[in-house]
């Protein structure tokens, strides 16, 4: 059983950056994947990175790319995103998420393919 919970959400400007981490209590690295989506108000759930704990491999969405940069930690217990550069766009609930399952380019981008989820962090980006 893998249980993560996220944690570095708050208020900025735009411009600012914030730092979130997603821990877990069992190891990432038992897990193939581990990705960040988010949620603004009436909104549906949107991939944002993700990260294969194998290879490393990383991919971002496009409205992300170039300003927030996914890590994972050598202990295999955190995956941390940059986001530098925020927008009032960039608004919403982030939650991060494990799976056991393969994952492709495709694959790890689709919420329905994870398997655990953390409760989410709120980011506000003021104007």
């Known amino acids: 059983q893998v249980q993560l919970m996220e944690t570095g959400g708050g208020l900025v400007q735009v411009g600012e950056s914030l730092r979130l981490s997603c821990a877990t209590s069992?190891?990432?690295?038992?897990?193939?994947?581990t990705g960040w989506f988010r949620q603004a108000p009436g909104k549906a759930r949107e991939f944002v990175s993700g990260?294969?704990?194998?290879?490393?491999?990383?991919y971002y969405a496009e409205t992300v790319k170039g300003r927030f940069t996914i890590s994972r930690d050598r202990g295999g217990n955190t995956v941390n995103l940059q986001m530098n550069n925020l927008k009032p766009e960039d608004t919403a609930d982030y939650y991060c998420?494990?799976?056991?399952?393969?994952?492709?380019?495709?694959?790890?981008?689709?919420?329905?393919?994870?398997?655990?989820w953390g409760r989410g962090t709120q980011v506000t980006v003021s104007s």
């Open positions: 990260i294969e704990w194998s290879s490393g491999r990383t």
């Open positions: 069992g190891p990432l690295r038992s897990t193939r994947a």
């Open positions: 998420a494990a799976v056991l399952k393969n994952v492709d380019a495709h694959w790890i981008t689709q919420a329905l393919w994870y398997d655990y």
